[in-house]
């Protein structure tokens, strides 16, 4: 007799526990004194995290490269104004390229990197600055906010000395959106 007591006791206890957490489930409120009730709170569950997107601007063979955004801002060196812009936050440019680590001397023609993290939506224009004729060559790179990368090349497009080549470009960084040459580069001005 003594067991089937406990076994009901057992099965009170598991009844009450289930009573409970249906009712937490519920969004009723529950406990073991008046006053003293346990409030269920709906648990949400976080979206998933978005992969930054970033717009990249990579040219060889140039003198310098010079990016505008859509709100005005501006990145790289322009050196018909003799001026060096860092106007885009968290933004940098790269022209400097590498010394040898035999000789110490630096490269002769590095390539120049500019790159935009979390860029606006809207139309880029890039300018290039020329020094010597001859070809060059920009990889355009757009990773928008879902982790996807889209490209465009500028393969031996030709220059001529001291020539300013203007083009540009469109992307948003929202998923599914595609880095797109809105005009091919163009001169400005000749010598």
Known sequence: MNTIK??????????????TGLAQQKGTSVGP???SAIRASKST????????????VTCDSVANV????????RLG????AHAHYDEIPNAYYEGGGLDDDETGEAEDDP??????????AGEFKVAVFLEKA????????GYDNGGNTSKIALNEVPGKEGEIQKFTLSFS???GSKIKMVSAPASSRTP
């Open 66 to 73: 010079m990016i505008t955004d859509p709100q005005g801002r």
């Open 77 to 80: 060196d322009d050196p018909k």
């Open 134 to 141: 001859g070809e060059y060559s920009c990889d355009l790179v």
């Open 45 to 56: 569950v976080a979206a998933p995290k978005l992969e930054t997107s970033s717009l990249s």
């Open 6 to 19: 406990s076994g009901l006791g057992v099965v009170g206890i598991l009844v009450c526990l289930g009573a």
């Open 111 to 120: 390539a120049k990197l500019l790159f935009i993290p979390t860029p606006v």
């Open 173 to 175: 960084g929202a998923p």
């Open 33 to 35: 004194v008046p006053g």
